[in-house]
């Protein structure tokens, strides 16, 4: 058997923790999924499954929760093999479970949150990177039974039909918090999470449409970069007096 090297990843942490939930097959969509910035829906003529963080989810639906998850950056062919091997084989060796959801560009690694430390540090072992770069939030949906082919005015349309015009409710900004702190330098989350608020504001969307994505993320990063340049000099502006 022809034995393949093992790919070294850059991994990115997805924040929330996430319940994994069970309703019945015929279930309309319930408008308490949309109310975050990862979710994922799969419908099958057994079960319509969701994954979604578990605060949002009522107490009478039956669900698994304590997920984190791990998102692998960057785009996958369909014929490229051992993207997953090189996730599933070390973690399946420190004997931890996990699930995944698997997206046109990419995959999600679901690990139970008592796990989650250690799963970073023998991923981290086997080589692969974690949060060297910006972390990114997706809406992941698989609708199996829905439209899939629809062109993006018409697909916005039709989720908007299906949460009931929630998505209107949404606020279009979070007043961005003030990053500068002498005993505190500001993370890479919270300077992401800042040029994100940012470019939400200006673009005038919450989330961009699947033709604006790359220009969006370009502008978060640029952003991004920006602000950490802006705090570093006033740090070192403040240290020099």
């Not at 998850?69 to 993207?83: H, L, M, R, T, W």
């Not at 981290?124 to 609708?143: E, M, N, P, W, Y």
């Amino acid at each position: 058997m022809e034995n393949f090297s093992v790919k070294k990843l850059i991994l990115s942490t997805i924040q929330d923790r996430f319940a994994i939930c069970q309703l019945a097959p015929q279930s309309p969509l319930p408008g308490w999924v949309y109310d975050s910035d990862f979710f994922s829906i799969t419908r099958t003529h057994e079960e319509l499954s969701i994954i979604c963080p578990e605060a949002n989810v009522p107490e009478n639906i039956i669900s698994n929760c304590g997920w984190r998850a791990f998102k692998i950056e960057g785009q996958f062919d369909f014929n490229e093999i051992g993207v997953l091997n090189s996730i599933t084989t070390p973690l399946a060796k420190a004997q931890i479970s996990l699930l995944t959801i698997s997206t046109f560009n990419t995959d999600y690694i679901l690990i139970q949150e008592p796990h989650f430390d250690q799963a970073r540090l023998i991923l981290k072992s086997a080589g692969h990177q974690i949060d060297c770069g910006f972390k990114t939030r997706l809406c992941s949906v698989s609708l199996s039974t829905h439209p899939t082919n629809l062109p993006d005015t018409e697909f916005i349309k039709y989720f908007t039909k299906s949460m009931k015009g929630s998505v209107y409710n949404y606020q279009m900004c979070r007043s961005i918090k003030k990053l500068r702190d002498p005993e505190h330098f500001p993370d890479e989350e919270e300077i992401r999470a800042a040029a994100i608020q940012y470019i939400r504001k200006v673009s005038g969307y919450r989330l961009p449409s699947r033709i604006n994505q790359l220009a969006f993320e370009q502008a978060v990063a640029e952003v991004a970069a920006s602000t950490r340049t802006l705090l570093e000099k006033i740090q070192l502006n403040a240290v020099g007096k």
